[in-house]
């Protein structure tokens, strides 16, 4: 367990690796979890959104991807979290699963694999690596969404 009660905005960055199977990726699930992200079979990168009580899809295969940088910032203020592939934002604003969580307790990484017949479960799909826990934004995070070579926060 990782405990962060003083710390309401976290970051939270690993570098992912989905041989095949699927993944689910899930934030305090002991306590009914604040944030899930996930992949189908097919290896297409979803976020669950708890206000609209549904999976958003992000459209982005990460099956077919070597290795995949994915960085997620968790707002236990609002209750809302970012999801970012390889620096940019694909999912913002969502709501929390369970908006009762105050701050960061727990970090789960689960995987079902499964052949490409989906026959026979293997047992090597997922692999992580670089994961880092904080508060500070991570330096892979686009902050020039328009390209006109300043931050896109500071103007500079």
């Known amino acids: 367990y990782i405990g962060s009660h003083y710390f309401k905005d976290i970051w939270i960055s690993l570098d992912l690796l989905l041989e095949q199977g699927k993944f689910d990726f899930i934030i305090d699930e002991s306590l009914g979890k604040s944030v899930s992200i996930s992949s189908d079979d097919g290896g297409i990168l979803k976020g669950y959104d708890g206000d609209a009580d549904e999976w958003i899809s992000t459209e982005i295969d990460i099956l077919s991807a070597a290795t995949t940088s994915v960085s997620l910032f968790v707002d236990y203020k609002s209750k809302t979290w970012d999801l970012y592939i390889e620096g940019k934002v694909v999912l913002e ?4 699963q369970n908006d009762t969580i105050e701050d960061l307790s727990q970090v789960s990484l689960y995987s079902e694999g499964r052949t490409p017949d989906q026959q026979t479960k293997t047992s090597t799909d997922v692999k992580i690596d670089n994961v880092s826990i904080g508060t500070s ?19 500079r």
């Open 93 to 96: 604003g969502l709501g929390f």
């Open 137 to 155: 934004m991570p330096d892979s995070i686009d902050t020039d969404s328009d390209d006109d070579g300043l931050n896109d926060e500071t103007g």
